[in-house]
């Protein structure tokens, strides 16, 4: 055999060692999932259920994602989307508000298609009119819950913070319901999860703030340029909440040890209470009137949003096509 063909025979020996090597590393990699980040509000949030879900029930696991929960404000979530530090939020106030200010952020997939707020208050309180002159626990300003509360006690009942009533801040809606307890605060913007908790100790639902206005919650979003370079693993994290969404409906025993461990709770009727109100809350969808009336939520001049100016095209805020094609793939039709 000449040198030649024994060098050839070698090289061909070795190239196929490193392919070999190579597809070994990609089914290990595979096997161990690809490393994601989802950011959470703390203390929970009913929004939000669907995601704890896909987590805890291994339904992105099973797409092939190794999902790590990253929990902090609302605002910090939105900041580390743009900064390319946590891969899916489920921010749609802050990350609509920073989108039109010119973050290149897309959401992906939907949570929650109806608003879960509530403004619960001491037993003392009868009537919205009544919250006049006292003190509310709200979200930061900017924050979803700040803007819901802000926007229904201004539009339906005329009334404005500072002026017909005094707010204190608090990140964790776990803070806003000891404070109602306390009597520290005489009303808190709750999720129904907290809202079920703080009726329990004696509190009032006064309104649902979804009878006054439409809602997305808890819509996922990602940095455009990860919608662009990662598309397949999008995809993944897309097909994983679209069962997460499916799962609330379907498994009532699952749903309700999930919310159990992330909100606390142990008793029964309340587990069970809490349930019947999420149970047909969610879904993967991002209606294109929901989507309107969460930017037109965010062009207020409390939020820094010249008076007059029109929206933008919103769509473009959207990764419609992959969303749409990720239904169509698991056998469902996208609604218009």
Excluded at 197 to 210: Q, S, Y
Aim: aromatic content about 8%; glycine content about 10%.
């Amino acid at each position: 055999m000449r040198m030649s063909t024994v060098r050839y025979l070698c090289a061909m020996t070795l190239a196929g060692l490193a392919l070999a090597s190579s597809v070994t590393w990609v089914q290990v990699a595979e096997a161990q999932g690809i490393k994601v980040k989802v950011g959470r509000t703390l203390g929970g949030s009913g929004f939000h259920i669907p995601s704890y879900i896909a987590v805890d029930k291994g339904l992105l696991k099973a797409e092939g994602l190794d999902a790590e929960f990253i929990a902090a404000q609302a605002g910090v979530l939105v900041r580390a989307a743009i900064a390319k530090e946590v891969e899916f939020v489920p921010i749609p106030g802050g990350g609509s508000e920073a989108m039109l200010k010119g973050a290149p952020l897309a959401f992906l997939v939907g949570e929650s298609l109806v608003s879960q707020w509530t403004i619960t208050t001491t037993p003392d309180i009868k009537r919205v009119e009544d919250l006049k002159g006292k003190t509310i626990g709200l979200e930061r300003p900017g924050q979803a819950a700040y803007t819901e509360a802000v926007v229904v006690l201004g539009k339906f009942f005329k009334m404005e913070p500072g002026k017909d009533y005094k707010v204190i801040t608090f990140n964790a809606e776990t803070d806003r319901v000891a404070a109602l307890i306390n009597k520290s605060i005489q009303g808190a913007i709750l999720s129904f999860p907290h809202a079920a908790r703080a009726e329990k100790e004696g509190m009032k639902i006064l309104i649902k703030t979804g009878d006054y206005i439409p809602r997305l919650g808890g819509t996922f979003l990602t940095h455009k340029d990860f919608v662009k370079e990662k598309r397949d693993v999008v995809k993944r994290f897309i097909r994983g909440m679209v069962k997460a969404n499916d799962y609330v409906k379907a498994n009532k025993k699952g749903t309700m040890d999930v919310i159990q461990k992330y909100f606390e709770i142990k008793d029964a009727a309340l587990l069970e209470g809490i349930y019947k109100q999420v149970q047909n809350a969610f879904g993967p969808e991002i209606p294109h009137d929901l989507l309107k009336e969460l930017f037109e939520s965010r062009t207020t001049p409390e939020l820094g949003w010249p008076a007059g100016k029109p929206l933008p095209d919103i769509e473009q805020f959207v990764a419609r096509d992959l969303l749409n094609e990720t239904l169509k793939e698991m056998g469902r039709t996208p609604k218009k």
